[in-house]
């Protein structure tokens, strides 16, 4: 069978969600036992059966990546994954938060393309705007009630079929004031769990997304609830990108492509404090994030004050440096622009060992199956 497959039929791919049914995942244990990652497993069954003592449910020990538009299909059928050793780091940084064994980078790197490999009919075709989503994730499954390491950590990647997190439409923002996302010198840095799911009240109040100001004098701007923060300041010809710099902020790879892509067009960028006074004088916002990609910001609303920042008047079409931004994103993942960056994998092929037709999907040889 030739590698990659075409992409499925009867798949509408404008309308793409979690609940399609995918080939399956990949998983990897370690144990205190070993003190390795074992071998991975392709697992048909979406479902993990955890103990209910496990630490993940009562000390929130879980770490999570996100790789969105980040596995997608040329133009000429083969499959590139995108940028996939920054969130290998991420996950090893944000694991280091929560006590959890760190993942090698070689190991992070051969589950993803796996998960992928075993699922690549379902990477969309390269002229719609469907995408396939990497979902990484590791956490404390062993019985344990004391507040001490378990002794047996999985790690799981799934593959989830979907669409634009927010679409393309400019949101309105709001302020958080009555929770502070994160400590200083807390979890800020890292994806864990419980960084993000507070959040959600923000939906049932009317507005799309949340922004964060500093925990310590909140005076600063930190960070949407999904994506980072990146303000543009245009002055006659001279645009300038300004990224706000903390310690308590997540390293965000689609924030970090946008200031090389800034740089490329000679664009000025500024990575500093960024006061919330500072506002006022952005000509567009954009909230810049794996899950979002790139989505520009219409409108920023503070309730404990008077205050209202719009941006582009109200515009309900993307300023023009998020359009700028979010074409050069596109190009390159599609592979109509030329990677000037290094930021794509290698085509994706079956290695050698490859070549057993399992349930009509191709799964290596040397790779045990369960589920």
């Not at 989503?133 to 999985?154: H, K, M, N, Q, W």
């Not at 999904?226 to 300041?233: P, W, Y």
């Not at 993307?318 to 979010?326: D, F, I, Q, V």
Request: glycine share 8%.
């Amino acid at each position: 069978m030739p590698f990659p497959p075409s992409p499925r039929d009867g798949i509408e791919w404008s309308k793409l969600s979690a609940a399609i049914q995918v080939n399956g995942h990949i998983q990897s244990r370690w144990s205190r036992e070993t003190g390795i990652w074992s071998e991975p497993e392709f697992i048909q069954d979406p479902f993990l059966r955890v103990h209910g003592l496990a630490p993940v449910f009562h000390y929130g020990q879980e770490a999570y990546e996100g790789l969105k538009r980040e596995a997608f299909r040329a133009l000429g059928g083969e499959i590139h994954i995108v940028r996939p050793d920054f969130h290998a780091s991420r996950l090893k940084h944000s694991s280091s938060l929560v006590s959890i064994p760190p993942i090698p980078k070689e190991h992070f790197l051969r589950c993803v393309h796996l998960a992928v490999g075993i699922n690549a009919e379902f990477v969309p075709p390269n002229d719609t705007e469907g995408m396939l989503y990497i979902r990484p994730v590791v956490f404390g499954s062993g019985a344990c009630i004391l507040l001490d390491s378990t002794d047996e950590y999985p790690f799981c990647v799934y593959i989830i079929t979907a669409g634009a997190y927010h679409g393309v439409e400019p949101l309105d923002a709001l302020i958080l004031e009555d929770f502070d996302r994160t400590a200083p010198r807390g979890t800020g840095s890292g994806k864990v769990g419980g960084n993000y799911s507070p959040v959600m009240l923000a939906k049932s109040e009317g507005f799309d997304i949340t922004l964060h100001l500093d925990s310590q004098t909140r005076s600063e701007i930190e960070e949407f609830s999904t994506s980072a923060f990146v303000g543009v300041k245009v002055d006659g010809a001279n645009i300038t990108l300004v990224v706000p710099d903390s310690q308590n902020v997540m390293s965000s790879v689609t924030c970090d492509s946008v200031q090389h892509l800034a740089r490329s067009l000679r664009w000025a960028v500024e990575r500093r404090p960024i006061e919330y006074e500072e506002l006022l004088h952005f000509s567009e916002i954009m909230a810049c994030g794996t899950a979002v990609t790139l989505v520009p910001i219409k409108s920023i609303t503070r309730k404990s004050t008077p205050d209202k920042f719009i941006y582009q008047n109200g515009n309900k079409e993307p300023g023009p440096c998020a359009r700028k931004l979010a074409a050069m994103l596109q190009d390159i993942h599609k592979g109509r622009a030329k990677d000037t960056f290094g930021w794509l994998t290698e085509k994706m092929a079956l290695p050698p060992q490859w070549g057993v037709e399992y349930i009509g999907i191709i799964t290596p040889m040397n790779m045990k199956k369960s589920g």
